[in-house]
Protein backbone atom coordinates (compact mmCIF):
# COMPACT_ATOMS: atom_id res chain seq x y z
CA UNK A 1 0.00 0.00 0.00
CA UNK A 2 1.46 3.71 -0.86
CA UNK A 3 2.04 5.36 2.11
CA UNK A 4 0.22 8.51 0.42
CA UNK A 5 -3.44 6.98 0.67
CA UNK A 6 -2.83 5.81 4.29
CA UNK A 7 -1.24 9.61 5.48
CA UNK A 8 -4.00 11.72 7.41
CA UNK A 9 -5.27 14.28 5.29
CA UNK A 10 -4.63 18.16 6.69
CA UNK A 11 -7.34 20.54 7.25
CA UNK A 12 -6.37 23.78 5.83
CA UNK A 13 -7.74 27.23 7.44
CA UNK A 14 -7.86 30.19 5.31
CA UNK A 15 -4.33 31.33 6.39
CA UNK A 16 -2.51 27.68 5.72
CA UNK A 17 -4.72 26.43 2.40
CA UNK A 18 -2.07 27.68 0.60
CA UNK A 19 0.86 26.22 2.36
CA UNK A 20 -0.99 22.33 1.88
CA UNK A 21 -1.95 23.04 -1.71
CA UNK A 22 1.66 23.87 -2.83
CA UNK A 23 2.95 20.66 -0.73
CA UNK A 24 0.22 19.04 -3.02
CA UNK A 25 2.03 19.88 -6.05
CA UNK A 26 5.43 18.56 -4.91
CA UNK A 27 6.51 22.26 -3.82
CA UNK A 28 7.49 23.73 -0.65
CA UNK A 29 6.79 27.67 -0.04
CA UNK A 30 6.53 29.86 3.40
CA UNK A 31 4.86 33.16 3.89
CA UNK A 32 7.57 35.94 3.66
CA UNK A 33 7.34 39.20 4.34
CA UNK A 34 7.95 42.25 1.73
CA UNK A 35 8.54 44.48 4.35
CA UNK A 36 11.57 43.45 6.76
CA UNK A 37 12.05 40.15 4.62
CA UNK A 38 11.89 37.78 7.66
CA UNK A 39 10.30 34.01 6.93
CA UNK A 40 7.22 32.91 8.66
CA UNK A 41 6.13 30.08 10.09
CA UNK A 42 3.65 28.63 10.94
CA UNK A 43 1.15 30.33 8.06
CA UNK A 44 -0.63 33.61 9.72
CA UNK A 45 -2.14 36.68 8.64
CA UNK A 46 0.86 39.07 10.46
CA UNK A 47 4.45 38.71 9.89
CA UNK A 48 6.45 36.90 13.28
CA UNK A 49 8.93 39.96 12.74
CA UNK A 50 7.72 43.22 12.65
CA UNK A 51 3.73 41.96 12.77
CA UNK A 52 2.99 43.95 9.42
CA UNK A 53 0.47 42.18 6.64
CA UNK A 54 2.83 42.60 3.62
CA UNK A 55 2.98 38.77 3.61
CA UNK A 56 4.07 36.39 0.18
CA UNK A 57 4.81 33.22 -1.15
CA UNK A 58 8.40 32.35 -1.59
CA UNK A 59 10.16 28.92 -2.03
CA UNK A 60 12.85 28.68 0.90
CA UNK A 61 15.69 26.11 -0.18
CA UNK A 62 13.74 23.05 1.93
CA UNK A 63 17.47 22.01 2.83
CA UNK A 64 17.61 22.48 6.74
CA UNK A 65 19.44 20.39 9.87
CA UNK A 66 17.44 18.42 12.59
CA UNK A 67 17.09 20.14 15.17
CA UNK A 68 14.44 17.56 17.51
CA UNK A 69 12.38 14.66 17.32
CA UNK A 70 10.46 12.27 18.38
CA UNK A 71 9.12 8.39 17.84
CA UNK A 72 5.71 8.28 17.98
CA UNK A 73 4.28 4.93 19.23
CA UNK A 74 0.91 5.82 19.72
CA UNK A 75 -1.77 6.03 17.35
CA UNK A 76 -3.49 9.37 17.69
CA UNK A 77 -6.12 9.22 15.37
CA UNK A 78 -7.54 7.66 12.19
CA UNK A 79 -4.85 6.88 9.34
CA UNK A 80 -1.99 6.84 12.06
CA UNK A 81 -1.91 3.22 12.86
CA UNK A 82 -0.54 1.86 9.94
CA UNK A 83 2.49 4.26 10.37
CA UNK A 84 3.47 3.27 13.92
CA UNK A 85 5.90 3.78 14.56
CA UNK A 86 6.63 6.85 13.09
CA UNK A 87 9.12 9.99 13.72
CA UNK A 88 8.57 13.60 13.29
CA UNK A 89 11.45 15.83 13.11
CA UNK A 90 11.73 19.75 13.79
CA UNK A 91 13.81 21.21 11.32
CA UNK A 92 16.00 24.79 11.22
CA UNK A 93 15.60 25.66 8.09
CA UNK A 94 19.12 27.31 6.27
CA UNK A 95 17.29 30.33 5.33
CA UNK A 96 16.63 31.51 9.35
CA UNK A 97 17.64 30.16 12.14
CA UNK A 98 14.43 30.62 14.23
CA UNK A 99 11.88 29.10 11.86
CA UNK A 100 11.54 25.17 12.64
CA UNK A 101 9.34 23.16 10.32
CA UNK A 102 7.75 19.96 11.36
CA UNK A 103 7.31 16.67 9.11
CA UNK A 104 7.67 12.89 9.04
CA UNK A 105 11.18 11.62 8.65
CA UNK A 106 11.51 9.36 6.26
CA UNK A 107 14.89 8.37 5.52
CA UNK A 108 17.10 5.37 6.92
CA UNK A 109 19.89 5.73 8.99
CA UNK A 110 20.75 7.30 12.33
CA UNK A 111 18.95 10.35 13.53
CA UNK A 112 21.01 13.10 15.41
CA UNK A 113 21.03 16.90 16.16
CA UNK A 114 22.06 18.39 13.13
CA UNK A 115 21.74 16.14 10.24
CA UNK A 116 21.31 17.66 6.75
CA UNK A 117 17.48 17.34 5.29
CA UNK A 118 15.79 18.26 2.34
CA UNK A 119 11.96 18.63 2.32
CA UNK A 120 10.26 15.87 0.17
CA UNK A 121 6.44 16.75 -0.43
CA UNK A 122 4.23 13.98 -0.37
CA UNK A 123 0.69 14.09 -1.84
CA UNK A 124 -2.26 13.14 0.27
CA UNK A 125 -6.03 12.98 -0.66
CA UNK A 126 -7.76 15.93 -1.97
CA UNK A 127 -4.70 17.63 -4.13
CA UNK A 128 -3.07 18.35 -0.49
CA UNK A 129 0.66 17.99 0.94
CA UNK A 130 2.33 17.27 3.93
CA UNK A 131 5.92 17.87 4.43
CA UNK A 132 8.46 14.68 4.87
CA UNK A 133 12.16 15.08 5.38
CA UNK A 134 14.61 13.24 4.01
CA UNK A 135 18.34 12.97 4.59
CA UNK A 136 20.36 14.67 2.53
CA UNK A 137 23.89 13.28 3.21
CA UNK A 138 24.93 10.74 0.79
Known sequence: MDASSILPVPIPDEDSQHYWEVLGEGRFELQRCHDCERWTWPPRPVCSGCHGENLYWE??????????????????????????????????????????????????????????????????????GVPEWRSSVA
Open 59 to 128: APSGAGEVHAWIVTHQIYGPGYGALVPYTVALVRLDEQPDILVPGRYVSGGSLHQGLRVRIAPRQVDGGL
